[in-house]
Nanobody
């Protein structure tokens, strides 16, 4: 079992930055791939980014590529999402997810464990 708790969300102006954190419980965090998804009101859950268990490979949605950076610190059981040049369309609840081997990085169905999410609001 893995429990995930996100933090770092908030209200920021367009062009600003936020860093989200996702703290995981359990001694086997380093064996899990991690993903970030987001969901805006009235929209489906959307893939944002993912990182392999060692951090050697990262994946991004086209909409955030070049602006967001995912990273992890296995010693701290934490995965991060650095978000720069934020846009109003980035407004959503951001949720982290974990799985030993996701069937597809971008597909939420492939992840077994989910956090509760943290709200990110970008004002224009």
């Amino acid at each position: 079992q893995v429990q995930l708790v996100e933090s770092g969300g908030g209200l920021v102006q367009a062009g600003g930055s936020l860093r989200l954190s996702c703290a995981a419980s359990g001694r086997t965090f380093s064996s899990y791939a991690m993903g970030w998804f987001r969901q805006a009101p009235g929209k489906e859950r959307e893939f944002v980014s993912a990182i392999t268990w060692r951090g050697s490979n990262t994946y991004y949605a086209d909409s955030v590529k070049g602006r967001f950076t995912i990273s992890r610190d296995n010693a701290k059981n934490t995965v991060y999402l650095q978000m720069n040049s934020l846009k109003p369309e980035d407004t959503a609840v951001y949720v982290c997810a974990a799985d030993r081997s996701p069937s597809a990085w971008y597909d939420p169905v492939g992840y077994d464990y989910w956090g509760q999410g943290t709200q990110v609001t970008v004002s224009s």
